[in-house]
Nanobody
Framework: QVQLVESGGGLVQPGGSLRLSCAAS????????MGWYRRAPGKERELVAV???????KYRDSVKGRFTLSRDNAKNTVYHEMDNLKPEDTAVYYC?????????????WGQGTQVTVSS
């Protein structure tokens, strides 16, 4: 069984920073792409950023220059540094990973962590 466990959400003032972490554990053969999605109140879930197994990253336009993804493959962990946070970044953030178990790739999700940006 594979699990993704997120940590690091919370309340921060506009302009502040938060760092989210997502650690995968269980019967993992390898991990391909990892990323973060978010869902704001009353809105659809949207992709925030992804990082490949080789470290290549992609970000949605609204977070470019403010959010940074990195990963530690030895720890099966992805980190999400969020700087200069804005009220519109308020959402539940979900970790996602494409994980190979034995010889099949599956899509896994974390439980979600709340990020609130407010003064």
């Amino acid at each position: 069984q594979v699990q993704l466990v997120e940590s690091g959400g919370g309340l921060v003032q506009p302009g502040g920073s938060l760092r989210l972490s997502c650690a995968a554990s269980g019967s993992i053969f390898s991990i391909n792409g990892m990323g973060w999605y978010r869902r704001a109140p009353g809105k659809e879930r949207e992709l925030v950023a992804v990082i490949s197994s080789g470290g290549r990253t992609k970000y949605r336009d609204s977070v470019k220059g403010r959010f940074t993804l990195s990963r530690d493959n030895a720890k099966n962990t992805v980190y999400h540094e969020m700087d200069n946070l804005k009220p519109e970044d308020t959402a539940v953030y979900y970790c996602n990973a494409a994980i190979v178990v034995v010889s099949t790739q599956y899509d896994y999700w974390g439980q979600g962590t709340q990020v609130t940006v407010s003064s």
